[in-house]
């Protein structure tokens, strides 16, 4: 969740660590510090806030070529400048920056706090500094090591010693930490955007692996202090990927490239001459896939709703059992791994957590488990058997727009290739292309007619809750909905089975709250308008996405028309409106639509 930062060469340390901090300020933002060790020891300096506030902050003239930084996402103690990062020893000679959460940190301190130590803070990562501090070695690393040994949790850390003003010393165990590689002088973060300005060649590190890392370059080693020999590989995110390159925010920028981002997720994909899809990247051949007798699917948050629609898409393309289920709950309920299941992780990040630890409980009994993932050379890219990159670009706005668009094509795309091995028909199968072939335009149309969703923004930017409802395969788009008008706009929103209203929810409804009501034009097309007419009996407000040659004309309600596509494709359209309310509404309400309160893009802790 935190951003993590480091330098070391020859230039002042702390200009790249408040342009590598300002790039990562979406991995968290309730505060901001850096330690910048120079001739005259270790300047630190941190902030409650965004990173805007630790640069004002800054002394005039911080001339030391070596330093950490971070941001943070708070979780032990409340956003105040004494639970900043980085955090020191009671000497001042240690600088720690941390993401992850140690879980014995309550037994640690309460040691520490024993053997005589103050503490000023209510962080698990102040303890860290004092572990390494109080660790009798000789060497930075011998002392790192020393103190993982007491560690139990997870953790990226890049550490500084007055004592070895040459180098950072950096660890991983279940969170992100990469060494960027530059000339004559290096670099360390918890994502490669804060190292593209500077460099495309980089080090993802491993669980269990450590690095020390100097200006002339750097050496990776395990816990045995064996050398692991990493080398660089070469990454294609430019920095100009990472601007607003005009837009207000991030996510109407994202937003707005759907189109583009959908395209390049299927190019290439479509194989019309056997009516299928070619994803190579699973690693699985066509007896392999066709041993499969289900379909897991596990993602969290906007990652699991959509992973109910692929859900569903593999069901009614290759009529192959499958569900979706939060990875975040996974691996607690002591899940039951089978040889002829075929589980599916999915991640914007490849770094989420929960998402990560149900890969290693799918491995560790021996399953097969594949990913579809945005960011190459992630942790679960690496981690899993075989996958689909989303191909959708960096994501910079915490809600996740075009990268949760690409999942769904690609879950299309799988279960299209599914299908095929199984009892898809080749004219069917040409179906599903020629729709996919669609989908980008059709996205571009939506975009284009925003600019009428205006008074629904109003209604929705007004009220303190909303209804989202929706069937079968409307159901998984009316909880992204909801999800995506909470995180943003904060007006508390819920999403339920259209069918279940009458079993409860129902009493909820009231002339204050409107009721967003998916209504595509299908099987169930008369179903969802019943359960609209009972709303609207109930004098509550209503909204409806709909399909061209849907009649809702007497109930005299508002409507966003979404573009027809095949029936299995149809989510992925309904969706793009649920995306632009959200955000118009937020806009209205003057949030900050890119960085929400309480939430950051990178989910790295449990």
Same mark, same amino acid.
């Given at each position: 969740?935190? $951003?993590?930062?480091?330098?070391?060469?020859?230039?002042?340390?702390?200009?790249?660590?408040?342009?590598?901090?300002?790039?990562?300020?979406?991995?968290? #933002?309730?505060?901001?510090?850096?330690?910048?060790?120079?001739?005259?020891?270790?300047?630190?300096?941190?902030?409650?806030?965004?990173?805007?506030?630790?640069?004002?902050?800054?002394?005039?003239?911080?001339?030391?070529?070596?330093? /950490? $930084?971070?941001?943070?996402?708070?979780?032990? $103690?409340?956003?105040?400048?004494?639970?900043?990062?980085?955090?020191?020893?009671?000497?001042?000679?240690?600088?720690?920056?941390?993401?992850?959460?140690?879980?014995?940190?309550?037994?640690?301190?309460?040691?520490?706090?024993?053997?005589?130590?103050?503490?000023?803070?209510?962080?698990?990562?102040?303890?860290?500094?004092?572990?390494?501090?109080?660790?009798?070695?000789?060497?930075?690393?011998?002392?790192?090591?020393?103190?993982?040994?007491?560690? %139990?949790?997870? #953790?990226?850390?890049?550490?500084?010693?007055?004592?070895?003003?040459?180098?950072?010393?950096?660890?991983?165990?279940?969170? *992100?930490?990469?060494?960027?590689?530059?000339?004559?002088?290096?670099?360390?973060?918890?994502?490669?955007?804060?190292?593209?300005?500077?460099?495309?060649?980089?080090?993802?590190?491993?669980?269990?692996?450590?690095?020390?890392?100097?200006?002339?370059?750097?050496?990776?080693?395990?816990?045995?202090?064996?050398?692991?020999?990493?080398?660089?590989?070469?990454?294609?995110?430019?920095?100009?990927?990472?601007?607003?390159?005009?837009?207000?925010?991030?996510?109407?920028?994202?937003?707005?490239?759907?189109?583009?981002?959908?395209?390049?997720?299927?190019?290439?994909?479509?194989?019309?001459?056997?009516?299928?899809?070619?994803?190579? $990247?699973?690693?699985?051949?066509?007896? @392999?896939?066709?041993?499969?007798?289900?379909?897991?699917?596990?993602?969290?948050?906007?990652?699991?709703?959509?992973?109910?629609?692929?859900?569903?898409?593999?069901?009614?393309?290759?009529?192959?059992?499958?569900?979706? @289920?939060?990875?975040?709950?996974?691996?607690?309920?002591?899940?039951?791994?089978?040889?002829?299941?075929?589980?599916?992780?999915? %991640?914007?990040?490849?770094? &989420?957590?929960?998402?990560?630890?149900?890969?290693? @409980?799918?491995?560790?009994?021996?399953?097969?488990?594949?990913?579809?993932?945005?960011?190459?050379?992630?942790?679960?890219?690496?981690?899993?058997?075989?996958?689909?990159?989303?191909?959708?670009? *960096?994501?910079?706005?915490?809600?996740? &727009?075009?990268?949760? &668009?690409?999942?769904?094509?690609?879950?299309?795309?799988?279960?299209?290739?599914?299908?095929?091995?199984?009892?898809?028909?080749?004219?069917?199968?040409?179906?599903?292309?020629?729709?996919?072939?669609?989908?980008?335009?059709?996205?571009?149309?939506? /975009?284009?007619?925003?600019?009428?969703?205006?008074?629904?923004?109003?209604?929705?930017?007004?009220?303190?809750?909303?209804? #989202?409802?929706?069937?079968?395969?409307?159901?998984?788009?009316?909880? @992204?909905?909801?999800?995506?008008?909470?995180?943003?706009?904060?007006?508390?929103?819920?999403?339920?089975?259209?069918?279940?209203?009458?079993?409860?929810?129902?009493?909820? /409804?009231?002339?204050?709250?409107?009721?967003?009501?998916?209504? *595509?034009?299908?099987?169930?097309?008369?179903?969802?308008?019943?359960?609209?007419?009972?709303?609207?009996?109930?004098?509550?407000?209503?909204?409806?996405?709909?399909?061209?040659?849907?009649?809702?004309?007497?109930?005299?309600?508002?409507?966003?028309?979404?573009?027809?596509?095949?029936?299995?494709?149809?989510?992925?359209?309904?969706?793009? *409106?649920?995306?632009?309310?959200? #955000?118009?509404?937020?806009?209205?309400?003057?949030?900050?639509?890119?960085?929400?309160?309480?939430?950051?893009?990178?989910?790295?802790?449990?």
């Amino acid at each position: 969740m935190c $951003g993590i930062v480091g330098y070391v060469g020859r230039k002042a340390a702390a200009p790249s660590l408040i342009e590598g901090l300002t790039r990562l300020e979406y991995r968290g #933002y309730d505060s901001a510090g850096v330690a910048v060790l120079g001739p005259k020891g270790t300047t630190r300096v941190r902030t409650v806030g965004r990173v805007r506030a630790l640069e004002a902050a800054l002394p005039k003239r911080l001339s030391g070529r070596i330093g /950490i $930084g971070h941001t943070r996402w708070a979780t032990h $103690g409340p956003a105040e400048e004494r639970n900043a990062h980085p955090h020191s020893s009671a000497d001042g000679r240690i600088s720690v920056v941390h993401n992850g959460i140690i879980d014995n940190a309550a037994n640690l301190r309460s040691a520490l706090e024993a053997e005589g130590v103050r503490l000023s803070s209510d962080t698990d990562t102040e303890a860290v500094a004092h572990l390494i501090a109080r660790a009798e070695a000789e060497t930075l690393e011998d002392a790192v090591l020393d103190a993982l040994g007491r560690l %139990s949790g997870t #953790y990226a850390l890049a550490v500084l010693d007055e004592r070895h003003p040459d180098r950072i010393v950096v660890a991983r165990s279940g969170s *992100p930490l990469i060494v960027g590689v530059g000339e004559k002088e290096m670099f360390v973060a918890s994502d490669v955007a804060a190292l593209v300005q500077h460099t495309n060649r980089v080090v993802h590190l491993d669980d269990g692996e450590l690095a020390t890392v100097t200006a002339d370059g750097f050496v990776t080693f395990d816990r045995d202090s064996n050398e692991t020999g990493r080398v660089p590989v070469e990454i294609s995110v430019a920095a100009e990927d990472l601007e607003l390159s005009g837009h207000e925010h991030y996510m109407l920028k994202e937003l707005c490239e759907q189109p583009e981002a959908a395209a390049t997720c299927l190019r290439g994909r479509l194989d019309e001459r056997f009516a299928t899809a070619r994803l190579d $990247g699973l690693a699985l051949d066509a007896r @392999e896939l066709r041993s499969f007798r289900r379909v897991k699917i596990l993602g969290c948050g906007s990652a699991y709703y959509v992973g109910q629609v692929g859900a569903q898409l593999i069901e009614d393309l290759a009529r192959i059992p499958a569900d979706a @289920e939060a990875a975040s709950e996974f691996r607690y309920r002591r899940p039951i791994i089978e040889s002829d299941t075929l589980y599916v992780v999915v %991640s914007q990040s490849g770094e &989420t957590a929960d998402t990560a630890f149900a890969v290693n @409980e799918i491995k560790r009994k021996g399953g097969r488990v594949i990913g579809l993932v945005n960011v190459v050379g992630s942790s679960i890219a690496r981690e899993v058997d075989g996958g689909v990159y989303l191909h959708a670009g *960096p994501e910079i706005a915490v809600a996740s &727009t075009k990268a949760l &668009t690409n999942m769904a094509l690609s879950f299309a795309m799988l279960a299209l290739h599914l299908g095929r091995l199984h009892d898809l028909s080749f004219a069917d199968g040409k179906r599903i292309i020629a729709g996919l072939e669609r989908i980008p335009a059709q996205i571009q149309d939506i /975009i284009d007619a925003s600019d009428g969703f205006a008074p629904i923004v109003g209604k929705l930017a007004q009220s303190t809750s909303a209804f #989202y409802i929706g069937r079968v395969r409307g159901f998984p788009v009316a909880r @992204e909905g909801a999800q995506k008008l909470k995180e943003i706009s904060y007006v508390h929103a819920e999403a339920y089975q259209t069918s279940e209203l009458k079993h409860g929810p129902l009493a909820l /409804i009231n002339p204050d709250m409107p009721t967003v009501a998916i209504v *595509p034009d299908d099987e169930l097309t008369q179903r969802n308008i019943a359960a609209c007419e009972q709303v609207l009996a109930r004098k509550g407000p209503l909204v409806a996405i709909t399909h061209p040659g849907v009649d809702l004309a007497h109930l005299g309600v508002d409507t966003v028309v979404v573009p027809k596509n095949e029936p299995e494709l149809d989510p992925i359209l309904l969706t793009i *409106p649920t995306q632009i309310l959200a #955000y118009r509404a937020a806009v209205a309400l003057g949030h900050d639509v890119d960085k929400p309160r309480n939430l950051a893009k990178s989910v790295t802790v449990e």
